[in-house]
């Protein structure tokens, strides 16, 4: 058995200190780092994709709308032309800042509400998979599991990868519980541990009304600014290797 472990990195801004970045890329197999429109600066972007090298972390640009004041999470109807554009120029400049830390951009994981517009929102979609089509079609894309998304991206002949959350609470659908809602987000490291481990083994998870739901991914994300991101981390990174799972990127 093999699972990539991700988190979202690379999102302190100037004075204002975003999780531990450090402490992750000795844990994780996959860096999603910010591109400088929701989060992150370019000094503290290229400390963490050096960091990410001395640790044979691969990286991937973590997309968003420009919406730092927001923090990516509001929804945006950005117009086809812009948001091309936007991605084609976060993805470049994040290109750039690797190439300076001796590595490379390997994979595209959008953030926070484009991610979940994109999932369902054909026209979106098609805006991120023409951006990375004209960049670099090479890109992998994360896709939230059982999203539309997989298919059309597919369809457009890019690499997919399927993708879950540790620390997020799940509807019978097969959605994630939104943030607005109790319950969202979970920090019990053993129950996360737990759940993750039968996503390997099952393919399922259980729901927040108590049914199974199943889930089919290749990747799972730890959020680097969830409180105690790095213990839930390295605890379920422990909890793989006792259980003969082995940590490795995708696009390794």
């Given amino acids: ?8 990195l690379g999102e302190s801004f100037s004075a204002w200190r975003m999780g531990d970045d450090a402490a992750m890329l000795g844990i994780v197999s996959s860096a999603n780092v910010a591109c400088g429109f929701h989060a992150g600066d370019a000094v503290g972007i290229l400390r963490t994709l050096r960091h990410a090298k001395e640790n044979g972390v691969v990286v991937g640009a973590h997309v968003a709308y420009n919406d730092l004041p927001g923090f990516g ?31 490379s951009v390997r994979y595209v994981k959008p953030h926070g509400a484009l991610y979940n517009t994109i999932a369902h929102d054909a026209r979106q979609a098609k805006d991120v998979i023409t951006a990375i089509h004209e960049i670099d079609p090479s890109l992998v894309l994360v896709a939230l599991a059982g999203s539309p998304l997989i298919q059309w991206a597919r369809d457009a002949g890019l690499r997919v990868v399927a993708e879950a959350f540790a620390d997020r609470a799940y509807t019978p659908q097969g959605a994630l519980v939104s943030r607005r809602e109790k319950g969202a987000v979970l920090h019990d490291e053993q129950l996360i541990a737990d759940r ?13 009304d108590g049914s199974t739901v199943r889930i089919e991914a290749d990747s799972i994300c730890v959020h680097g ?6 213990s839930i981390a390295r605890q379920l990174r422990a909890r793989f290797e006792r259980e003969g799972v082995t940590i490795a990127s995708f696009a390794g």
Wanted: proline share 2%; aromatic share 2%.
């Fill in 73 to 103: 999470r509001r929804n945006i109807d950005v117009e086809s032309a812009e948001l091309v554009a936007d991605v084609i120029y976060q993805i470049g400049a994040l290109q750039g800042l690797a190439k300076a830390a001796g590595t």
């Fill in 1 to 8: 058995m093999k699972m990539d472990l991700n988190s979202d």
């Fill in 196 to 208: 993750m481990l039968r996503l390997v083994r099952e393919g399922t998870l259980e729901a927040v």
């Fill in 225 to 230: 600014d969830s409180p105690g991101a790095v």
